[in-house]
Nanobody, 119 residues
Framework: QVQLVESGGGLVQAGGSLRLSCAASGIIFSINDMGWYRQAPGKQRELVAAVTRGGITNYADSVKGRFTISRDNAANAVGLQMNSLKPEDTADYYC?????????????WGQGTLVTVSS
């Protein structure tokens, strides 16, 4: 069974920075897309940033220029550098990965890590 373990959330003041990390473990042949989603209280989960295995990135308009997604294919890991944080970035952040086990491909979610930005 593949698991995604996230780390790096916490409390930060507006304008500050945080870095989230996520590593996959288990039987993995390769990982296709990896991404970060977030869900604020009372809102739907939304895509924050995603990166293909080849390194092509995609960002939500609200985080462009402030957040940077990166991945390490050898380590089956993905990171999210968040700069110039705003109170509206407060949410639970979830890592997602499209896992290829050779005989099947399926999506896996991390357990979530809370990011709180104070004004």
């Amino acid at each position: 069974q593949v698991q995604l373990v996230e780390s790096g959330g916490g409390l930060v003041q507006a304008g500050g920075s945080l870095r989230l990390s996520c590593a996959a473990s288990g039987i993995i042949f390769s990982i296709n897309d990896m991404g970060w989603y977030r869900q604020a209280p009372g809102k739907q989960r939304e895509l924050v940033a995603a990166v293909t295995r080849g390194g092509i990135t995609n960002y939500a308009d609200s985080v462009k220029g402030r957040f940077t997604i990166s991945r390490d294919n050898a380590a089956n890991a993905v990171g999210l550098q968040m700069n110039s944080l705003k109170p509206e970035d407060t949410a639970d952040y979830y890592c997602n990965a499209d896992i290829n086990q050779g005989w099947r491909t399926y999506g896996v979610w991390g357990q979530g890590t809370l990011v709180t930005v104070s004004s």
